[in-house]
């Protein structure tokens, strides 16, 4: 069974940074486009952040308005998200998935963005 485990977060000031990791065990992800989503309340909607394919390329999402970039390590199974320029509005539960959310959702670290 795929785990998804993700790390990193923290209480951080408005426009700082932080960098995000998630390690997947239970499969190998170097076939696979990976995904950075938040959830902002608990139960309710995630939005994806930001999305990667396997080669290592970025896949632009509007959200993030080019403050963060994604970015992985196949061998180690790992993604990663370097959050820049943060705003309360960051404030959220990130999570990795694959883009089509088809493996169990992890639990997620918490970021919170004070002003």
């Known amino acids: 069974q795929v785990h998804l485990v993700e790390s990193g977060g923290g209480v951080v000031q408005s426009g700082g940074s932080l960098k995000l990791s998630c390690t997947v065990s239970?499969?190998?992800?170097?076939?696979?486009?990976m995904a950075w989503y938040r959830q902002q309340t608990p139960g309710k909607f995630r939005e994806m952040v930001a999305s990667i394919d396997p080669t290592g390329r970025p896949k632009d999402v509007d959200s993030s308005k080019g403050r963060f970039t994604i970015s992985r390590d196949n061998m180690e199974r790992t993604i990663f998200l370097q959050m820049n320029s943060l705003e309360p509005d960051d404030t959220a539960t990130y999570f990795c998935?694959?883009?089509?959310?088809?493996?169990?959702w992890g639990q997620g670290t918490q970021v919170t963005v004070s002003s």
């Open positions: 998935n694959s883009p089509d959310e088809s493996w169990p």
């Open positions: 239970g499969t190998w992800i170097s076939i696979y486009d």
